[in-house]
């Protein structure tokens, strides 16, 4: 079975403030300070790609869900046609 959620839980929702203040931060940045931008501009896709990452883990959760719950359904409904038409006694 894949592999799932290597990187710590919640981890989506730091990423996203992180990525806020990322943007206030250049926001803030003057024009001429070329290096501070670059760094920042660094910093975003670092983060950009975790949640890229982030949001495939999610996708193969979701995948393995529905799979599941696909199984479940199918078994509850052999289980239940199995047992045939209850009789009254």
Same mark, same amino acid.
């Given at each position: 079975? %894949? *592999? @799932?959620?290597?990187?710590?839980?919640? *981890?989506? *929702?730091?990423?996203?403030?992180?990525?806020? &203040? @990322?943007?206030? =931060?250049?926001?803030?940045?003057?024009?001429?300070?070329? %290096?501070?931008?670059?760094?920042?501009?660094?910093?975003? !896709?670092?983060?950009?790609?975790?949640?890229?990452?982030?949001?495939?883990?999610? !996708? !193969? *959760?979701? =995948?393995?869900?529905?799979?599941?719950?696909?199984?479940?359904?199918?078994?509850? &409904?052999? %289980?239940? %046609?199995? =047992?045939?038409?209850? &009789? !009254?006694?």
């Amino acid at each position: 079975m %894949a *592999e @799932l959620k290597k990187e710590r839980p919640g *981890e989506g *929702e730091a990423l996203l403030k992180k990525l806020r &203040r @990322l943007k206030l =931060r250049t926001a803030a940045a003057g024009r001429d300070d070329r %290096a501070q931008l670059l760094a920042l501009m660094d910093d975003i !896709e670092t983060v950009r790609r975790k949640l890229l990452r982030e949001c495939a883990q999610l !996708e !193969e *959760e979701f =995948r393995i869900a529905a799979v599941r719950v696909t199984a479940l359904n199918t078994y509850a &409904r052999v %289980a239940q %046609a199995s =047992r045939g038409p209850q &009789r !009254e006694h």
